[in-house]
């Protein structure tokens, strides 16, 4: 998994917004501007931190996150086509020739996400996957069926990518979820990679989360 943050916007912004609410002129983020920020969001004042967004370009995350991250209703997604990525399949003779163990694992870590299972699980996974990435190729290649049908075979385990916006609220309310044990694995690593991007001058707005990184 990757995840760059492609834009953000200045801190100010949020500044500005609760100036405007009080009134009251900016110090620059000297102590009066992070003292009001610290409590606003103390207060629930939170309309202030929707101005400040940021763009992230996430890749190499399953479809299963996919699912998961776009129940998060308060943010933008563009997500990359899956016929685009057929089309990527159906020319990989890589997959056609894969007959051992090794070329197996190459085909399926070019495609899919592979999750951390017990050791003595492993292979078959890789050949499991592996099986069903071959036989989406031949659908594909050989039965030349369209790719809106054949999308019907993918595993929820299919590598995807995707530009996400989402205004500093919303990413609150995403990576308190999102951090907790109880999150699914792979956007639990996903929130931490997200939060690990953030500008450091930013991370007074997450600061009152008490958010763990700990892997
Ligand atoms: C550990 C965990 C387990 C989960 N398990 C399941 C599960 O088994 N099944 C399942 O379906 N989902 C599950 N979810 C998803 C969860 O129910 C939310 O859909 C998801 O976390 C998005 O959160 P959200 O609605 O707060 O985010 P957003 O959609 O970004 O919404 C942000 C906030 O805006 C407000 N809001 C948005 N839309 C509305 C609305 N229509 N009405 C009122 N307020 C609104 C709410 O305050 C909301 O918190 C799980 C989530 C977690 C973290």
Same mark, same amino acid.
């Given at each position: 998994? +990757?995840?760059?943050?492609?834009?953000?916007?200045?801190?100010?912004?949020?500044?500005?917004?609760?100036?405007?609410?009080?009134?009251s002129e900016s110090d620059d983020m000297g102590t009066r501007?992070?003292?009001?920020?610290?409590?606003?969001?103390?207060?629930? *004042?939170?309309?202030?931190?929707?101005?400040c967004a940021y763009s992230f370009k996430i890749e190499g995350?399953?479809?299963?996150?996919?699912?998961?991250?776009?129940? *998060?209703?308060?943010?933008?997604?563009?997500?990359?086509?899956?016929?685009?990525?057929?089309?990527?399949?159906?020319?990989?003779?890589?997959? &056609? +020739?894969?007959?051992?163990?090794?070329?197996?694992?190459?085909?399926?870590?070019?495609?899919?996400?592979?999750?951390? @299972?017990?050791?003595?699980?492993?292979? =078959?996974?890789?050949?499991?996957?592996?099986? +069903?990435?071959?036989?989406?190729?031949?659908?594909?290649? =050989?039965?030349? @069926?369209?790719?809106?049908?054949? &999308?019907?075979?993918?595993? =929820?385990?299919?590598?995807?990518?995707?530009?996400?916006?989402?205004?500093?609220?919303?990413?609150?309310?995403?990576?308190?979820?999102?951090?907790?044990?109880?999150?699914?694995?792979?956007?639990?690593? @996903?929130?931490? &990679?997200?939060?690990?991007?953030?500008?450091?001058?930013?991370?007074?707005?997450?600061?009152?989360?008490?958010?763990?990184?700990?892997?």
């Amino acid at each position: 998994m +990757n995840v760059e943050l492609l834009d953000y916007d200045s801190l100010q912004k949020v500044v500005n917004a609760a100036r405007i609410s009080h009134g009251s002129e900016s110090d620059d983020m000297g102590t009066r501007d992070r003292k009001l920020i610290a409590k606003l969001i103390e207060l629930g *004042h939170e309309s202030v931190l929707e101005h400040c967004a940021y763009s992230f370009k996430i890749e190499g995350v399953s479809r299963a996150l996919l699912q998961e991250l776009v129940r *998060h209703r308060i943010a933008s997604y563009t997500v990359r086509s899956t016929r685009f990525t057929l089309k990527e399949i159906a020319k990989d003779e890589d997959i &056609k +020739n894969a007959g051992a163990l090794s070329d197996y694992r190459i085909i399926v870590e070019r495609y899919c996400v592979v999750p951390d @299972l017990p050791e003595e699980t492993l292979k =078959e996974y890789y050949i499991n996957t592996a099986m +069903n990435l071959k036989n989406i190729y031949k659908f594909l290649s =050989e039965y030349k @069926l369209r790719n809106d049908l054949v &999308k019907y075979l993918l595993p =929820e385990s299919f590598k995807t990518e995707l530009m996400m916006t989402v205004n500093v609220r919303s990413l609150r309310n995403f990576l308190r979820l999102r951090l907790s044990r109880k999150a699914l694995w792979e956007i639990r690593e @996903l929130a931490l &990679k997200m939060f690990e991007v953030l500008p450091k001058d930013h991370q007074i707005l997450y600061e009152d989360l008490g958010l763990s990184t700990e892997p």
